[in-house]
């Protein structure tokens, strides 16, 4: 059975650093991992997606990583700021309906 | 439209009754799906719609709990006899096709209360 572990599950920091949120999964057998934001009170809005061929992804500030084989993926996002607070969740892809989500880190950017 | 819409966006009920959620996605998105995300929880996945074939049912937590998509549009999931433990955000999402390279696209959810 697919389980996905999100670490920490808050985060708080000082805005304009950098910082790392971690994702684990036990089954290495996926097609590709999605990282999300939540906001308060809002649905999740897709921020990248590493297919399982890939290493890494980037887009802007924020650098996706995934080590298949140990079961890793990790959000880098650079120079914080306020706006990024809110809820990052991994989800796994087995293939079709069958994605996994990790219960997510609640990240607050103090200005 | 633009994004996939849900609706209510709040619900409170009392426990025992029944009631109905609406999701319409992406115009073209032949995935749909249904996710309960409960307080401080990941997303738990209730069923899944891909285009005309038989849903995939397999996560409903209870035969309360039931789902269909018409005409492969709009989808209503319906809850009956409301327990206090069904109190959740219902989350409905969709994809172009289900697929391994594709984005899913997920609703603002209705948040439900059963008191």
């Known amino acids: 059975k697919q389980e996905v572990t999100q670490i920490p599950a808050a985060l708080s920091v000082p805005e304009g650093e950098n910082l790392v949120l971690n994702c684990s999964f036990t089954d290495s057998a996926i097609y590709n991992l999605q990282w999300f934001r939540q906001d308060p009170g809002k649905g999740l809005t897709s921020l990248l997606l590493i297919q399982s061929s890939q290493r890494e992804q980037t887009s802007g500030r924020l650098n996706a990583s995934l080590d298949k084989s140990s079961g890793r993926s990790t959000l880098y996002i650079a120079a914080s700021q306020p706006g990024d607070s809110a809820t990052y969740l991994c989800a796994v892809n087995r293939g079709n309906n069958d994605m996994r989500f990790g219960a997510g880190t609640r990240l607050t950017v103090k200005p | 439209g633009a994004g996939v819409s849900q609706s209510p966006s709040n619900k409170v009920t009392e426990k025992g009754k029944d009631v109905e959620l609406r999701c319409d996605p992406i115009?073209?998105?032949?995935?749909l799906y249904w996710y309960r995300q409960s307080l401080g929880q990941g997303l738990e996945f209730l069923i899944y719609f891909q285009g005309n074939s038989a849903p995939d049912k397999s996560g409903l937590p209870s035969d309360r709990f039931s789902a269909e998509r018409t005409g492969g549009s709009v989808s209503t999931l319906t809850i009956q006899r409301t327990q206090q433990e069904d109190s959740a955000v219902y989350l409905c999402a969709s994809s172009l096709v289900a697929g391994v390279g594709n984005t899913i696209y997920f609703g603002e959810g209705s948040w439900l209360t059963v008191v």
């Open positions: 115009s073209g998105h032949t995935a």
